[in-house]
């Protein structure tokens, strides 16, 4: 386990919040694409959307030390490119001495707070993309859940689309997560199908006045090969929520890696939080399926 200051990044906190501004303007920068062009970004943006469960455990994420304690392990392995997170995460990371040399990526649309009445709604409550500029990362990202049957579908889509066209203004990758998503008994439930997946992803690259900056974020489902030819977009896939055997996870994990446009992984409480509780060896084998021995 990383062994962290936790006492200083408190006092830092409460003394010098300043110092986080500092740190973001001063970090060491790395180019989005270097060595086999393939990225691997650990998620760590849950938490603001209300999102604290890993398999069975209502609250595994609830520990804000532990969650930094395997950030750190991630970031210290080869072959983990960078993170996703909130400013929160991000500026912790910041204060801990984690982000030179990694690609950083800033979550944007937290609003759609998991369970709630307004789920659908997915307002733009994190970064944005003035933000992500000022503390110069390196992407945003967004999340992009489409229900034909609730109006607050809309608002995301209008919202999501003046994000893409101010990313790609700022000449900043943007990258969008898109779903096909209908309330099943009271909670939202994204349709994991590749007819949906492939739909989600006709309306999501056609979302902003340009698509240069556009990447993808998507799930790994059956017939990846039809879902990858409905894009030219450069692809990550994302990890999803961790049930099942982690050895067949894996196993799809690679078969979609070879496809063309695939670029690598964003993957998050699978990892972060293994059935095994070895975050190091989790990371170690998405960082082999990704970048190679």
């Not at 532990?66 to 204060?95: H, K, Q, Y």
């Amino acid at each position: 386990m990383t062994r962290l200051d936790f006492d200083a990044l408190r006092h830092a906190r409460a003394a010098h919040p300043e110092r986080i501004g500092e740190i973001l303007a001063s970090r060491t920068r790395r180019d989005l694409i270097q060595g086999d062009g393939r990225l691997f970004i650990v998620a760590a943006d849950h938490r603001a959307r209300g999102a604290l469960g890993v398999r069975q455990d209502a609250t595994a994420m609830a520990n804000r030390y532990a969650l930094l304690e395997s950030l750190a392990t991630a970031l210290s392995r080869p072959g983990v490119d960078g993170v996703l997170g909130t400013p929160d995460i991000i500026d912790d990371l910041a204060l801990l001495g984690l982000l030179d040399d990694k690609i950083v990526v800033g979550s944007m649309n937290r609003g759609g707070l998991w369970g709630s009445s307004f789920e659908m709604d997915d307002r733009y409550t994190a970064y944005d993309i003035d933000k992500i500029k000022r503390d110069r990362l390196d992407f945003a990202k967004n999340l992009v859940r489409i229900n034909l049957e609730d109006a607050g579908s809309l608002a995301t889509l209008e919202a999501t689309a003046l994000a893409v066209s101010e990313a790609a203004a700022a000449g900043i990758p943007i990258m969008l997560e898109p779903f096909m998503s209908s309330w099943v008994d009271g909670r939202v439930k994204n349709d994991l199908t590749a007819d949906a997946v492939i739909l989600s992803i006709a309306i999501a690259e056609g979302l902003g006045n340009s698509s240069a900056y556009s990447w993808l974020k998507l799930p790994v489902v059956a017939d990846m090969a039809r879902v990858m030819a409905a894009t030219t977009l450069p692809t990550l896939l994302l990890g999803g929520d961790p049930v099942g055997d982690q050895t067949e996870t894996f196993d799809s994990w690679r078969n979609a890696l070879e496809l063309p446009g695939v670029r690598g992984l964003v993957v998050g409480r699978s990892l972060l939080y293994p059935s095994d509780g070895n975050v190091e060896a989790a990371i170690d084998t998405a960082a082999e399926l990704v970048h190679g021995a």
